[in-house]
Every structure is written in structure tokens, then in C-alpha cells.
């Protein structure tokens, strides 16, 4: 599981039938620095499949790869990225990051 902010959304002329009713966002993975000074992400941006309608700038949380998949079983769905939570707050353990 990761977090990320959505930066966009992406808009498509045709799709697969099982992904219909669903958008899709454009999100920036935070690295732990990232969520330390609460700043935009710097990896690479993701496309993620979205059911629970984030807005832009909401943070959520999504998987990735056969992970992502697992929420339709056994009914799989072509996704590389599912969103899983729109975040409101984040609470980082300090005593945790100290030793990364």
C-alpha cells in the first residue's frame, strides 16, 4: 500500500466493459520524506483506478500490481493501481522513521 496525492484525472474515449462506472487519477507516490514535510510527492506519477471519486489534491491510499486486482475477485478487473482510501489524516510515528 502506498500514499499519494491526485494531481489529475485521466479521460478516455473507450474502455473495457469491466471498468466501466469507475474514473481513473492521476496520482504522485510520496516517498517517507515526502509525508515527513507533507510535499508533493517526487516519484513518478501513477494512473489509478478510482471508485470512491477523489478530488483533486486528496490524499489516498492505492495498491499496485496483483494486489491492486484482489478487491474484484473473482471477478478480476485490468488494473495495475486501485485506489483504496481517500486519506483525511496521516499520523507518522517518529519513533518508527529514526532508524530508516
Given at each position: 500500500?502506498?500514499?499519494?496525492?491526485?494531481?489529475?484525472?485521466?479521460?478516455?474515449s473507450?474502455?473495457?466493459?469491466e471498468?466501466?462506472?469507475?474514473?481513473?487519477?492521476?496520482?504522485v507516490?510520496?516517498?517517507?520524506?515526502?509525508l515527513?514535510?507533507?510535499?508533493?510527492?517526487?516519484a513518478?506519477?501513477?494512473?489509478?483506478?478510482?471508485?470512491?471519486?477523489?478530488?483533486?489534491?486528496?490524499?489516498?491510499?492505492?495498491?499496485?500490481?496483483?494486489?491492486?486486482?484482489?478487491?474484484?475477485?473473482?471477478?478480476?478487473?485490468?488494473?495495475d493501481?486501485?485506489?483504496?482510501?481517500i486519506?483525511?489524516?496521516?499520523?507518522i510515528?517518529?519513533?518508527?522513521?529514526?532508524?530508516?
Amino acid at each position: 500500500m502506498r500514499i499519494g496525492e491526485v494531481i489529475g484525472t485521466v479521460t478516455l474515449s473507450r474502455s473495457c466493459p469491466e471498468v466501466v462506472g469507475a474514473q481513473w487519477k492521476i496520482v504522485v507516490p510520496f516517498g517517507l520524506d515526502g509525508l515527513l514535510e507533507q510535499r508533493r510527492g517526487d516519484a513518478e506519477e501513477v494512473i489509478v483506478y478510482d471508485e470512491w471519486s477523489a478530488g483533486l489534491g486528496e490524499w489516498i491510499a492505492f495498491s499496485e500490481g496483483g494486489e491492486a486486482a484482489k478487491p474484484f475477485y473473482p471477478d478480476l478487473k485490468p488494473v495495475d493501481a486501485y485506489c483504496a482510501a481517500i486519506l483525511d489524516t496521516i499520523e507518522i510515528d517518529h519513533r518508527v522513521t529514526q532508524f530508516q
